[in-house]
T-cell receptor, first 112, second 115 residues
Framework: KAGVTQTPRYLIKTRGQQVTLSCSPISGHRSVSWYQQTPGQGLQFLFEYFSETQRNKGNFPGRFSGRQFSNSRSEMNVSTLELGDSALYLC???????????FGEGSRLTVL | AQTVTQSQPEMSVQEAETVTLSCTYDTSESDYYLFWYKQPPSRQMILVIRQEAYKQQNATENRFSVNFQKAAKSFSLKISDSQLGDAAMYFCAYRTPSEGNKLVFGAGTILRVKS
């Protein structure tokens, strides 16, 4: 059974640009959550999507957005990138019954 | 707001010995779950153990066990017979069903295993 797949694994952007990250959940998982991991702030919840609807949102500015498609794949977008957006972005999909979260390997974003 | 506190930034243990990682949390919810996640240097977060708040019995998974003290809001992880492969960052996390699958994480504890 394939795990959670995140693409791209690494990317470098410059300030002001925008970026789109993709997450393919484990087959059958309908919930996808996104987290930002930085040395200073640790792991912070961005948002969760379930059946194409945003179910919960963390305390991030509107530059951070996401969506989920009918096949449960999810994308997150960050517009007008800032240096502080440099982070590891983790995606997790959730088992419907147990609620256990399975994480992908993350997308490492560097903003120059 | 719920918070999770890990007061040990770094811990060391000798191979085959036992180590305990501490975690405290704060919540006004009665229904919640607690987790320990392991993040090795390769970065993929792996679930180590979970505890449902309504269960009084402490969860165990092979060499990993927890000491769940609900009244004290304490949730420590004990690793027995430590192995080199246990070296990683360990995160304590909290979730309440009222907030879906949102996890609130502690700052993490780096565990080093000495051979």
């Amino acid at each position: 059974k394939a795990g959670v797949t995140q693409t791209p694994r690494y990317l470098i952007k410059t300030r002001g640009q925008q970026v789109t990250l993709s997450c393919s959940p484990i087959s059958g998982h309908r919930s996808v959550s996104w987290y930002q991991q930085t040395p200073g702030q640790g792991l912070q919840f961005l948002f969760e999507y379930f059946s194409e609807t945003q179910r919960n949102k963390g305390n991030f500015p509107g530059r951070f957005s996401g969506r989920q498609f009918s096949n449960s794949r999810s994308e997150m977008n960050v517009s007008t990138l800032e240096l502080g957006d440099s982070a590891l972005y983790l995606c997790a999909s959730s088992h419907r019954v147990t609620g256990e979260l399975f994480f992908g390997e993350g997308s490492r974003l560097t903003v120059l | 707001a719920q918070t999770v506190t890990q007061s040990q930034p770094e811990m060391s243990v000798q191979e085959a010995e036992t180590v305990t990682l501490s975690c405290t949390y704060d919540t006004s919810e009665s229904d919640y779950y607690l987790f320990w996640y392991k993040q090795p240097p390769s970065r993929q977060m792996i679930l180590v153990i979970r505890q449902e708040a309504y269960k009084q019995q402490n969860a165990t998974e092979n060499r990993f066990s927890v000491n769940f003290q609900k009244a004290a809001k304490s949730f420590s992880l004990k690793i027995s017979d430590s192995q080199l492969g246990d070296a990683a960052m360990y995160f304590c996390a909290y979730r309440t069903p009222s907030e879906g699958n949102k996890l609130v994480f502690g700052a993490g504890t780096i565990l080093r295993v000495k051979s």
